[in-house]
């Protein structure tokens, strides 16, 4: 009980800049705990999911590798999907070079590397604003605490307080919002890259075996 009041002491000492501050760290976690579960649930299953694949490949079973692409979730998946439904629907065509496969493959990895990558801006430009408000309170509260001096016409401890709490707090504020945004922006982009590379070597995977079949029909 007693953070709790120390903390609302906080808000309201810290001046009408403490609003915009809190609404950026309420609207940074939403975004970063659907971000977690987002890249969690896509990492999850993504290299067990490559190494069923490439041995239903191997032994040449299209029609299993398409439906266990189908029952997994993620981007990984949704590649190897996007390649092995062409892989099926083209059969005995042409286009033995595999461009066509490779068209699907790019045009669901631009898909999916978007809906990765979405939060991604609000993140970064709350872990830029946010030190930004901090700042802009910390300007409010000097100007505060001279008006101050200004009225009283006289440099007491307790006029300029007021100007100065005002300052640092919002600091303070922006600052600790800024700074796990920061962390938090830096390690989803370290899972999204780790991601990519899954998506390449799933998309390595399904070429691959346009060339394995090649081979058998030649």
């Known amino acids: 009980m007693g953070n709790q009041y120390e903390l609302l002491t906080l808000f309201t000492d810290g001046g009408f800049m403490m609003y915009p501050l809190v609404l950026c760290s309420l609207i940074a976690i939403g975004v970063m705990l659907a971000k977690a579960w987002t890249l969690w649930i896509a990492h999850r299953d993504s290299r067990k999911l490559l190494n069923e694949i490439e041995d239903l490949g191997?032994?040449?079973?299209?029609?299993?590798?398409?439906?266990?692409?189908?029952?997994?979730?993620?981007?990984?998946?949704?590649?190897?999907?996007?390649?092995?439904?062409?892989?099926?629907?083209?059969?005995?065509?042409?286009?033995?070079?595999?461009?066509?496969?490779?068209?699907?493959?790019?045009?669901?990895?631009?898909?999916?590397?978007?809906?990765?990558?979405?939060?991604?801006?609000?993140?970064?430009?709350?872990?830029?604003?946010?030190?930004?408000?901090?700042?802009?309170?910390?300007?409010?509260?000097?100007?505060?605490?001279?008006?101050?001096?200004?009225?009283?016409?006289?440099?007491?401890?307790?006029?300029?307080?007021?100007?100065?709490?005002?300052?640092?707090?919002?600091?303070?504020?922006?600052?600790s919002i800024a700074i796990p945004v920061n962390i938090g922006y830096n390690f989803f982009v370290t899972r999204i890259d780790r991601l990519i590379l899954d998506m390449e070597e799933g998309a390595q995977e399904v070429l691959g075996l346009i060339w394995d079949l090649e081979d058998r029909r030649a």
């Open 58 to 175: 191997v032994s040449g079973r299209l029609g299993e590798a398409i439906t266990t692409a189908e029952e997994t979730r993620g981007p990984v998946a949704a590649i190897l999907l996007a390649g092995l439904r062409r892989l099926r629907d083209r059969g005995s065509e042409a286009q033995s070079d595999g461009k066509d496969i490779q068209k699907a493959i790019a045009t669901t990895g631009v898909i999916e590397l978007d809906f990765l990558e979405r939060g991604l801006t609000v993140l970064g430009t709350i872990a830029n604003v946010a030190p930004m408000l901090g700042f802009l309170g910390t300007v409010i509260g000097m100007i505060l605490a001279f008006q101050a001096i200004e009225i009283a016409g006289q440099v007491e401890p307790g006029l300029v307080a007021g100007g100065i709490k005002v300052a640092l707090i919002t600091t303070a504020t922006g600052l």
